[in-house]
């Protein structure tokens, strides 16, 4: 379980292929990596890996040939920056809202237009991730945890404040880039109880 607060920014330094699956070797930055074990979960780009290794300031995760296809991180390579966040612990704050790190599907950023200090993004999403999503309601993009401004037509807005687009990798982002989206699971919880009513 993640919060969407983003801890550091990564640069990938290794992507090397294993049978269709492949093993991403990560320079941490910032985050504190001396608080994770080989096996302890990592949201990388907003999707949940498991730690497999760690070399110094460097670690490393699989992600399954199903990762690669969903996700952004089947296009990465070296050099690529992404967010980073450990697992929650008892104890911690929790500042954005809980994430799971299973990402929905990748979204596209369309549209970027400066909003005071702030930045305004406008993303497609997948027709089926429409139902989940609700102004005021939260969303994680890249890992990030923001609130949806609005939706309209297959598309929703978000604002992304100066500290935001300073400390992760969204202040780089430009229209036609992809993003990996996941909505938030009290709405996916929700539908699964209406469904599970309206069958009885």
Known sequence: MFTGIV???GEVTAVSRKGGDAELTIESGALQL??????????????????????????SADASNE???L??????????????????????????????GHIDGRGRVVAIEDDGRSRRLALELPAALGRYVAARG???????SLTVNDILDG?????VIPHTLAVTTLGALKAGDAVNLEVDIIARYLERLAATDAGR
Not at 155 to 159: D, G
Request: hydrophobic share 40%.
């Open 155 to 159: 598309r929703f807005r978000v604002n």
């Open 7 to 9: 801890q550091a920014v």
């Open 34 to 59: 001396e608080r994770v074990s080989v096996g302890d979960s990592v949201a990388v780009a907003g999707t949940c890996l498991t730690v497999t290794r760690i070399e110094g300031r460097r670690f």
């Open 71 to 100: 996700t952004t991180l089947g296009s990465l390579g070296p050099g690529g920056r992404v967010n980073l966040e450990s697992a929650l612990r008892a104890g911690d704050a929790l500042g954005g809202h809980y994430v799971t």
């Open 67 to 69: 990762t690669l296809r």
């Open 138 to 144: 939260s969303i994680t993009v890249d890992g990030v």
